[in-house]
C-alpha cells in the first residue's frame, strides 16, 4: 500500500506562494497607513483653522502663538482644548513634521495667519511636500 503525503517540491511551492502573498499584503497595509497619517494630517489642520477662525470672530485677532499640545482660545473661552501634533513617522516631511503657525501682522491686532505643514503624498488635489494654511485655504 503506498502512503499519500507531500512531496518537498510541493511543500517548497507552497511556501514560496505563501510568502508571497505575505510580502504584498505588508506593502500594501504600509501605503494605506502612509495615506491614513496624510489623511489625519489634513485633517488636524482643518481643525487648527477652524478653532482659529472661531477665536478671530470672538477676539478680532488671531493669536501669538499655536504649538502642538497647547490650547486655543483663554481660560474662559477654549476653541480647541488640544492642539494636534503630526502622525509619525513623517512619511518623507524631513525637517517639516510640525504644524508651524505664524500670525500676520504685529501684536495684538494679528489679521492673518500661516499654518505650514507636510504630507507624504498627494491628498485631497493638494501635492505632496510643504503646504501652507491660511484664512483663505490651502495653498502649495
Do not use: H, W
Not at 470672538?58 to 499655536?66: E, F, H
Amino acid at each position: 500500500m503506498k502512503k499519500k503525503a507531500f512531496t518537498l517540491i510541493e511543500l517548497l511551492v507552497v511556501i514560496a506562494i505563501i510568502g508571497i502573498l505575505a510580502t504584498i499584503s505588508v506593502v500594501s497595509l504600509q501605503a494605506s497607513r502612509a495615506r491614513a497619517r496624510d489623511t489625519r494630517r489634513l485633517s488636524d489642520v482643518k481643525q487648527i483653522t477652524t478653532a482659529l477662525a472661531l477665536y478671530q470672530n470672538d477676539y478680532m485677532t488671531y493669536p501669538a502663538t499655536v504649538t502642538p499640545g497647547g490650547s486655543i482660545g483663554s481660560s474662559t473661552n477654549i476653541f480647541m482644548a488640544i492642539v494636534p501634533a503630526p502622525p509619525t513617522p513623517d512619511d518623507g516631511c524631513v525637517g517639516s513634521t510640525v504644524y508651524t503657525y505664524t500670525p500676520v501682522g504685529t501684536v495684538g491686532a494679528y489679521y492673518s495667519y500661516t499654518l505650514t505643514y507636510c504630507l507624504g503624498s498627494a491628498n485631497n488635489n493638494i501635492p505632496a511636500g510643504v503646504s501652507t494654511a491660511t484664512p483663505a485655504g490651502v495653498r502649495n
